[in-house]
């Protein structure tokens, strides 16, 4: 159980163009996600934390505006990167965390990861 | 800023045992230790958590001093697919909470 996955693994991108990303969780009801950021040899930067059916909570520095996350249902939220330049490019990791037939999932289960390239 | 720090590389023999540390001496009483390890372009995958009490599950031992401020997770018998890098994260024990990152081990399995 607990398996997360994700959409695409990877995409290639045009600067200026949006690209959605969508994180679903497989066997449990996810009632938070979270995004993540990996840059090439760097740890994970969590980027924000949703709740299902609230507005996402955004770490410091990172732009609501520019990175729109929507978590509508308790199995898939999905992050668009809108206008998107070379620098976005990089590896976007979802997690979830929930509960499955009355067990509380407290910690987070990580979706393989998608990776943007914006040329 | 990370609750936790862990040596940055590390090199293991094959079938040998990898102890990798992590210091989080910040730590609250309410908090728990997660591991979890990366493998090269993958998400992180789930290894083992502990409260106050050593634990053992079929991939690894956790061994929590008895002040809480330092962590030890053993590999009993390293493979090569053991290469990864190796996360140290503390966590509150009740509710959903976000996770912060530090810079994790980066464990090599040497044949």
């Known amino acids: 159980g607990a398996v997360v996955s994700q959409h695409p693994s990877w995409v290639i991108c045009k600067s200026g163009t949006s690209v959605k990303i969508e994180c679903r969780s497989l066997d449990f009801q996810a009632t938070t996600m979270f995004w993540y950021r990996q840059f090439p040899k760097q740890s994970l930067m969590l980027m924000a934390t949703?709740?299902?059916?609230?507005?996402?909570?955004?770490e410091q520095g990172v732009e609501k505006d520019k990175f729109l996350i929507n978590h509508a249902s308790l199995t898939l939220s999905t992050l668009t990167v809108t206008s998107a330049h070379p620098e976005d490019s990089s590896f976007y990791i979802c997690?979830?965390?929930?509960?499955?037939?009355?067990?509380?999932?407290?910690?987070?289960?990580f979706g393989p990861g998608t990776r943007l390239t914006v040329l | 800023d990370a609750k936790t720090t862990q040596p940055p590389s590390m090199d293991c023999a094959e079938g040998r045992a990898a102890n990798l540390p992590c210091n989080h001496s910040t730590i609250s009483g309410n908090e728990y230790v997660y591991w979890y390890r990366q493998i090269h372009s993958q998400g992180p995958q789930y290894i083992i958590h502990g409260l106050k009490n050593n634990e053992t599950n079929e991939m690894a031992s956790l061994i929590i001093t008895e002040d809480r401020k330092s962590s030890t997770l053993i590999l009993p018998h390293a493979t090569l697919r053991d290469t990864a890098v190796y996360y140290c994260?503390?966590?509150?024990?009740?509710?959903?909470?976000?996770?912060?990152f530090g810079t994790g081990t980066r464990l090599k399995v040497l044949a």
């Open positions: 994260i503390v966590r509150r024990t009740s509710g959903t909470y976000k996770y912060i």
């Open positions: 997690s979830a965390s929930g509960s499955l037939t009355g067990t509380s999932y407290n910690e987070q289960f």
């Open positions: 949703s709740n299902e059916g609230s507005k996402a909570t955004y």
